[in-house]
Every structure is written in structure tokens, then in C-alpha cells.
């Protein structure tokens, strides 16, 4: 198992990289004792559920952390479990600034200012600050985006578009719209196999459907604009911290043509990206 240590500065973006760390398969427990650590570490194991990475985010809210801290760290290496500590700071005045911005009290600032509970948490963070594995300066980060694209990079995580999720939906217009969607796509322009009498009782599935649905410029072309526009956004998407893209298809009964049209997206999307879904919701 790999366990990460989250610490630093009260207000430099630790819980929000606690949704980025679950969002990547980490295990997360905000302000546990540190010497629980291995208690809690030996706890998960003998869960019915695998976990290969924890993250444990602990700052000056424990105690005497610091001290607590090293030993929790001395066991961990006692019995053999990789660790690795990650510290977020900013700068005071941004720190300062951001406790204004949402009128937070500093953890330390209820018996005095914020500016001086700033400078008292740097005294008591700068022993953990100068062993830890990788820092984060998170002062210039404007939004979550940012944040997670550094947490990937110091962390060596996939890049953010290979974990992205894109999901191919067909549904018919008579059963009414999905309720998760992003982009709709009506797709009742092109001719319907319904009237073609061996294919009525056919779907999209088939192999003799999608060959009528496709035997049309104006499908080629409508399908060839459609991965092109979703190749596009995607980057887009990413970029302002979505992490999937819902693309629907829609004609009548939801059983030909936008079955053929999901399933034509599909396979191409899925040559590419790896996590793309396959969804015909009223076959």
C-alpha cells in the first residue's frame, strides 16, 4: 500500500486536494491522530475491499502533530509500508487574503489575528516542511484545475486526460430526455429503418440497421463533425476541472438510428480514450 501524508499551511488548498486525491483512487482520512496511522493502515487491510493508496491529510488541528508525526513515520518504515509527505504552502499575504475572502478564522487565530496565527503555523510547520517529499506553492492558483494539474505532476498520476470519462448514449425522444446529459443530439433528420420492413423489429445493434442509417452522406457527415466537436472539447473540459463528457443521441424510439449513432461514436472513441462507456438506454 502507498500512503500519502498531506500537510501545510491552513488555508493553502488542502481540502481541495483531498477531492482531487479521491478522484484518483486514494483512500483519503482527514485529521487523523498520526499515531493512529498504522492502526488505521492494519485496519484497512483486513477489509473485504482492496486499497492500494491512502492519503491521511494532517495539519496543526492534532496536537502536537510534529512530534506524533515522526513516529508515525518511524513505524511506517519499520514495517517496510512506502510513505511520502506532501506540503501545500502559499504566501502569507495570499494566505491572509483568502481567510478575508471567506471570513475563516485561522486555526490558530482565535485568541489573535489572522496575520500573526499565519506567521505562528509557519514557526511550527518549518521542521515538516523542510523533510517532505514534494511541495506544492498553490499561492498563483486561481481555481481547482490548476491545483489538480500540479497535484498530477508531483505525484506522477496519469495525465488528466487519460482518466477522463466520456459517456455515448442513445435514447428515443418518445420516453422522454436522459437525465444525465451534457450534449443532445437529434439525429431524427436522417431515414428511419422503422419503415423498412425487415428491419422494423431490428436495432441498431444489428449489422443490416447500421448499414441503411450509414448508407447516407449526411450521416457520414454528421458523424465524422460530431467526434471532431468532441475531440475539441475535451480538452476544454478538462481544463476548467469536469472530468466526464455525457454525449447523447436521440431519434424516436431510441431502438435505429441513434442506437447506430452511439455505437458508431463509440468505437471510434473507444480506440483513443480509455475510459469511454456504452450506454443504449431504451433498447
Known sequence: ?????ITGQSGAGKSMAVNYLEDNGYYCIDNLPPLL??????????GRQAVEKSAFIIDIRNGNFLEDLSVAMEELDR???KHRILFLWARNEVLLRRFAETRRIHPLGFKTTNEVAIMLENERLAPIRKIA??????????SSAQLNEALAEVLG????????????KS???KYGLPVEMDMMHDVRFIPNPFYVADLKYKTGNDIEVQDFVMNSDVSHFFLNHVIEMIDKLIPAYIKEDKHSLTVAFGCTGGQHRSVTMANKVFEDLNQ???????????I
Open 1 to 5: 500500500m502507498e500512503v500519502l501524508i
Open 37 to 46: 496511522i498504522k492502526s488505521f493502515i492494519a485496519l484497512i487491510k483486513q
Open 79 to 81: 514495517e517496510g509500508i
Open 133 to 142: 517529499d514534494m511541495t506544492v506553492d498553490t499561492s498563483e492558483f486561481k
Open 157 to 168: 498520476d496519469a495525465p488528466p486526460s487519460s482518466e477522463f470519462k466520456l459517456v455515448v
Open 171 to 173: 435514447f428515443g425522444f
Open 272 to 282: 483513443r480514450y480509455r475510459n469511454v462507456v456504452l450506454i443504449h438506454r431504451d
